[in-house]
Every structure is written in structure tokens, then in C-alpha cells.
């Protein structure tokens, strides 16, 4: 497989790593992409994969719980500008409006529902719009939602009975915050966390000072970063971001409670942003006014 130079910025803005370090990288690996973010983190170069999905699209999330249900929505357009206007926003709360009213089973019946509104929207916005992904909470348990940045990070959540309304929100800005991944260790699918091992085990052996470490040692450094692992990706194992000294797990408990599930959405994870900058952003934003 062979790479272009775009590749090597992209692995660099995905790992944090330096243009010749993702170069070699990519020659290691024959220019696969997954297996070159492996590779600089087994030589300990890459800080963390979840840095892997940064935002590559415009739009917004929209939260909100209601009467015992909770929706979380994205939808996409294609610039920062009109993601910030009104009339985009007023579409994504009326998206919201119909996952509350309906019980669609995927995002593409609700894509079907809403095709002759974004139709509309699209001709009055003057972007392609896309309804991207969608959650739906229906339960008799505390729930809450929390929205960051204008809508870049929209996070719902589920506990069990005996939590404040206060608690229960700070739980929902540390998941905004804090991006776990699961709720539990017990969550972890088993294939992620042996994942990890292989590559923990690599990064200790590409360590020089660990050359002479009996086994016994080296399955403990492995064990230790396990736990790591779960204090970073599982809700109830992080530090509360308020308070470090305790854990969600902990913060929950004295009130009686746990988390049962939660879902954050990043605005744009995963899609391919369209190169372009402000200027020239404006600049067709104002030819389409004209028009």
C-alpha cells in the first residue's frame, strides 16, 4: 500500500508525533493507516489513541431530557459558519422534536422522515445537511444531558435512582470532559483489551531499562497499565473532574447510585473535514447570499 505525503500530516494530526517519525511509520507498515498508529504507540511515540478521532466535520449536537426521555442528535453541514446560525440550529432541535415523538429504529428512518424538511432546510441554508446519528433514553431513572462549546460535544445520561440533579449533571460534564469510553471495566470488549496488552507489551520491551526484568516484574508493568487503561476510558473508575481525590465510582456511591449508560457524541468524529479557510468560508457564504 503506498502513502502520500497527506497521510503523513494526517498521522501526525492524529498521534501527535513528528513528520519523520509518521513517515517511517507509514514505510514500516506498508502506509496502512491503523497498524502505524500501533506502531508509534508500541515505540511509546504516540501519547494515546484516542487522539485518533479528532473532529472532521461541521455541525452540532443537540441534548435535551424530557419527561422521562432523552434525546441526542448530530447533524451535519458543511461549514462552521452556518453551524453557528439559527436556522441550522432551529433544524437540529426539530430533528430532536421527532426522535422525542417517535420510536425510529436506525438514523435512516429517521433520514426518510425528515428528507422533505431538510430538503427545505438545504434550499434555505444554502448547504448539504445531514442527519448524522441519534440517541434515545426512555426510562424511570434519573436522566440528564449536557451540551459543550455550542454544541461541538453533547452527552446524555443514565443513573439509578438516588442521585441529586446536581451530580448527575457533573457526571454528564465529566463525560463531555473526561471522553470514557465505557461505563465499567467489565465493558471492555475483550478483543480492545487484548489489543492493548500486545501493544503495552511492546512498548516495555522497546524500553532499554527493562531488558534484564524478570517476567514476573513485566507482567506486573503490564497489570499496572491495565489499571490505567481503566482509570482513562471507564467512567466510573476516572477521577472526578471537580474533585480528584475521589472517582465517579465513589461519588456515586455515597448517594446510592451508578451509572447505567451514557453516549457522547464529538461533533464530526470520524468524517473528513473540507479544507478551507475563514476567508474563503465568508467569501461563498456572501456569493450565496447574492444569489
Avoid: W
Avoid at 517519525?21 to 496502512?32: M, N, P, Q, R, S
Avoid at 472532521?56 to 431530557?65: I, P, Q, R
Avoid at 449533571?169 to 473526561?178: G, N, P
Avoid at 456515586?252 to 451514557?262: I, M, N
Amino acid at each position: 500500500m503506498s502513502f502520500t505525503a497527506l497521510d503523513v500530516k494526517t498521522l501526525r494530526e492524529k498521534t501527535g508525533c513528528g513528520m519523520m517519525d509518521c513517515k517511517k511509520a507509514l514505510v514500516e507498515t506498508d502506509g496502512d493507516m491503523d497498524k502505524a498508529i500501533d506502531y508509534l504507540r508500541e515505540k511509546g511515540m504516540a501519547t494515546a489513541a484516542k487522539k485518533a478521532g479528532r473532529i472532521a466535520s461541521e455541525g452540532v449536537c443537540y441534548a435535551e431530557v424530557r419527561n422521562g426521555t432523552a434525546v441526542l442528535v448530530e447533524v451535519n453541514c458543511e461549514s462552521d459558519f452556518v453551524s453557528k446560525g439559527e436556522m441550522f440550529a432551529a433544524f437540529a432541535k426539530e430533528v430532536a422534536e421527532y426522535v422525542f415523538a417517535n420510536d425510529a429504529k436506525d438514523v435512516e428512518e429517521v433520514v426518510s422522515a425528515m428528507a422533505d424538511k431538510t430538503t427545505e432546510a438545504i434550499q434555505k441554508i444554502g448547504e448539504n445537511i445531514k442527519i448524522r446519528r441519534f440517541e434515545k433514553y426512555v426510562s424511570n431513572q434519573p436522566l440528564d444531558s449536557y451540551i459543550h462549546m455550542g454544541g461541538k460535544i453533547g452527552v446524555i445520561v443514565e443513573c439509578t435512582a438516588g442521585v441529586s440533579a446536581e451530580t448527575i449533571h457533573d457526571v454528564a460534564l465529566q463525560i463531555a470532559a473526561y471522553k470514557p469510553l465505557y461505563v465499567n471495566p467489565a465493558d471492555v470488549p475483550a478483543d480492545v483489551l487484548d489489543k492493548e496488552r500486545e501493544i503495552m507489551i511492546a512498548q516495555i520491551k522497546n524500553d532499554p531499562k527493562n531488558a534484564n526484568k524478570p517476567q514476573n516484574i513485566l507482567e506486573k508493568m503490564v497489570e499496572g497499565k491495565i489499571n490505567k487503561y481503566y482509570e482513562e476510558n471507564c467512567l466510573m473508575k476516572q477521577a472526578f473532574v471537580k474533585d480528584p481525590s475521589v472517582t465517579i465510582e465513589k461519588l456515586l456511591a455515597a448517594q446510592g447510585s451508578k451509572v447505567v449508560r451514557f453516549t457522547r457524541f464529538e461533533m464530526g468524529e470520524g468524517l473528513q473535514k473540507k479544507s478551507e479557510n475563514l476567508a474563503d468560508e465568508v467569501a461563498a457564504q456572501v456569493e450565496k447570499m447574492k444569489k
